[in-house]
């Protein structure tokens, strides 16, 4: 079943086209990753789906029609997003933080759970539960804006190049993190430079190249295509 699905999804930045049409698909239970250049759209494709810029063309999720609902609305649906960069507050504490993003949330019990919960996959943010965010590595900052994201309980997390600035043992762990959440059901769609890293998690794979997307497969046969090879993974 599709828990997410683009129908010639074309989107704008006042008159300059981002995305010209694409089509999308991630199932429920999915690891889905979207690669290309700086620039192809990938972190526009996402913003679509939150309903952060103007779009043409129709938004499905979860059976639902959600093109131009608010942003508020589309994450209280059940998206969360994760952007690029990461965007914690870094003058607030990581308790801070993680309550914020259950700012819908009324049961200060259900958010002291899903707090909980968070350090099972993040156990680093317990040491760091009364730290303030900019005082915080980047790897365990990437670590408070996922599980940032997570405090709503989504039906699927989007990420937005979440290996970004890292050093490579901080990829390695960040990446076994993701797979984590998947094996526990979360669905994914992620974005992200490391094409070779991303696709030995995923389950299917698009690449996306000035706006349109030009290939999608399963993520293992992208590995092996000559295209994606020379141009992402050399």
Same mark, same amino acid.
């Given at each position: 079943?599709?828990?997410? *699905?683009?129908?010639?999804? !074309?989107?704008?930045?006042?008159?300059?086209?981002?995305?010209?049409?694409?089509?999308?698909?991630?199932?429920?239970?999915?690891?889905?990753?979207?690669?290309? $250049?700086?620039?192809?759209?990938?972190?526009?494709?996402?913003?679509?789906?939150?309903?952060?810029?103007?779009?043409?063309?129709?938004?499905?999720?979860?059976?639902?029609?959600?093109?131009?609902?608010?942003?508020?609305?589309?994450?209280?649906?059940?998206?969360?997003?994760?952007? *690029?960069?990461?965007?914690?507050?870094?003058?607030?504490?990581?308790? *801070?933080? #993680? *309550?914020?993003?259950?700012? $819908?949330?009324? $049961?200060?019990?259900?958010?002291?759970?899903?707090?909980?919960? $968070?350090?099972?996959?993040?156990?680093? #943010?317990?040491?760091?539960?009364? !730290?303030?965010?900019? =005082?915080?590595?980047?790897?365990?900052?990437?670590?408070?804006?996922?599980?940032?994201?997570?405090?709503?309980?989504?039906?699927i997390l989007l990420l937005d190049e979440p290996s970004m600035g890292l050093a490579?043992?901080?990829?390695?762990?960040?990446?076994?993190?993701?797979?984590?959440?998947?094996?526990?059901?979360?669905?994914? #769609?992620?974005?992200?430079?490391?094409?070779? !890293?991303?696709?030995?998690?995923?389950?299917?794979?698009?690449?996306?190249? =000035?706006?349109?997307?030009? #290939?999608?497969?399963?993520?293992?046969?992208?590995?092996?295509?000559?295209?994606?090879?020379?141009?992402?993974?050399?």
């Open positions: 079943m599709s828990l997410v *699905e683009l129908n010639n999804v !074309q989107a704008f930045y006042g008159g300059i086209e981002a995305l010209k049409g694409i089509n999308l698909e991630v199932k429920a239970g999915e690891i889905v990753t979207l690669i290309g $250049s700086n620039g192809a759209g990938k972190s526009t494709t996402l913003k679509s789906i939150c309903g952060q810029v103007q779009t043409k063309g129709e938004i499905w999720f979860d059976g639902q029609k959600i093109t131009s609902l608010e942003p508020h609305v589309i994450a209280q649906s059940g998206i969360a997003h994760v952007p *690029e960069g990461r965007r914690i507050f870094p003058r607030l504490t990581v308790k *801070e933080n #993680l *309550e914020m993003g259950a700012f $819908s949330v009324k $049961s200060k019990k259900l958010i002291k759970e899903r707090i909980e919960k $968070s350090f099972v996959y993040f156990p680093r #943010l317990k040491e760091r539960y009364h !730290q303030t965010g900019g =005082t915080m590595s980047g790897g365990e900052q990437q670590m408070l804006a996922i599980a940032r994201g997570l405090m709503m309980n989504p039906k490579p043992v901080l990829v390695d762990q960040i990446f076994e993190i993701i797979q984590e959440l998947n094996s526990t059901g979360m669905t994914i #769609l992620l974005v992200e430079q490391n094409a070779y !890293q991303a696709l030995q998690i995923a389950h299917r794979g698009y690449v996306i190249q =000035t706006g349109e997307i030009i #290939l999608q497969d399963d993520a293992k046969v992208l590995l092996t295509n000559n295209q994606v090879r020379e141009a992402y993974l050399a």
